[in-house]
């Protein structure tokens, strides 16, 4: 999930928000992305290649082992900026000037003290109105002025046609292709999470097949043939409804008709070359993601070239080190490609404290030296195991700019053993994502055996009243992530003064 939705629910995209017990603790969930500056401490594995035969314990230790900064590899120096950025001239050059100006528009007031509070409460007003005035489905005035503004800063259209475009539109500016995610999300009612507690929730019934596991089935399906061959779709698994939710909580297999839908999913991804990323979500149901993940992983990821199914791992825990490695292990003992899309995480308001890192500067230092030993496929004193490194790709999803400078380093180096994948949201952190794309081109430029970055934009699709919820966790996540957004704001408006000066030959 990208972030995590508020109020007393949980959302299942593609189908609906279940309401659950107050007992409950997957009920309170908010938007936790924080923009804490990255710390220049921030440490990092690549280059602590010296390292790496120090201090292996077996990769099968507790999962519940708590890993702290010093049980990462060492401290280094933060790379300085020149080396990775010095050839960079005006990333932001490469979007069109209706981007930076949307950019622009929309970061200063997710920046505002004063206009973001107004904002937000139009948002949530417009989000869960039931009235048909509110509604941009059913208004078109509403629609018009929201699909012009917000829906085109970070969705992909409402049909296959808008959708299509869009696509271009990013590999025209030099993106490599798109994460796709379908946003349709139904809310269940207090009366549905009261029905579904009194429900003999260990069996598949009727109702669940028609009114939950197909419709997030035909979804996902409808998505995956809209992506195009290389592209990614992210799905999560409790978007299948209230059975799905059970099963995960408790960690058994997906019931038989659920099973056989995963396997339409993953199925028709295979033959489209399309890659398939299974979202991480609450504390929780992880465990349970991870065993379905591993499932379908093991089954379709046979080719050392490439991997269809990903599972997220989720940094901030201090779980993810061991998770990691023993999911490597198995990939290594059972030949299979393991696909890893590492986040952060978003759900650090709402599942327990104790689940994390005690510190941001912790959780990043994670992050970076599993992206690195990944990157580098070399077993370090985070990422633990013995013999040789499996196959293994790997999706960076952050808008850290430090974590992304970093692991572009080490591709610069010719460091890079497994195949990586960059991904930002669309409309987020447009000047990291494009000082990836400039840094690639550049380099192509120069060489043009050069291989380039391969950097991805996540966006959904769906009608604008069916995105609403999305967008407003965009506008909350944004609301968290002050500095990320100020930095976005000062970064566009630098663009369009660049641009203007050039205009006027003062550049
Ligand atoms: C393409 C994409 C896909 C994503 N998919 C998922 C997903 O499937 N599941 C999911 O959970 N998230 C997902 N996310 C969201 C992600 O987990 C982060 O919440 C978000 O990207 C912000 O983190 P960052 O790496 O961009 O960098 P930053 O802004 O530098 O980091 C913010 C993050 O640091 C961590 N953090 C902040 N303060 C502390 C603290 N005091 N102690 C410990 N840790 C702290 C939190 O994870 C917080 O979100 C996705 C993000 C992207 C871009």
Redo the contacts with the bound molecule.
Sequence with gaps: ???VPGRRAIRLPGRRTASLSSTSSISLLRT?????P?SSSCLFAMANTTRKHHSRRSIHSSERRTSTVADLPGTLPPIPPQDVAASNRAPLSVLPLSMILRSLATTVVSSSPILLPPSLRIMVALAHAKNPVLNPDMNPLLRFFLKKSFYAQFCAGENAAEVRATISRLKDIGFTGV?LGYAKEVVLESSDAKDMAKANLGEETARDIEKEINPWRDGTLETVRLAEPGDFVALKFTGAGSLALHQLKNRLLPSQHLGESIDAICELARDRGVRLLF???QDMLQDGIDDWTMKFARKYNDSPETATIYG?Y?A?KKNCPAVVSRHLADAQREGFTLGVKL??????GSDPREC?????E??DAC?NSIASSILARQWSATVQGEGEFPNAHIVL????VE?VRRARAICDAGGAKSDIAF???QGMADEVSCELVEASQSAQKENANARPLPVYK?LVWGTTGECMKYLLRRAQENKD?VQ?TRNGRDAMWGELVRRCKSVVGMA
Aim: proline residues 0%; charged residues 15%.
């Design positions: 999930m990208i972030s936790s992305s924080l923009a804490s990255t994460i979202d991480a979500e997220t989720q901030y986040v952060r995480g978003a759900y650090l994390f890192h005690d510190t941001k912790d959780t992050y999803a952050t808008h850290n974590s991904a930002q949201l996540y992530a990320r």
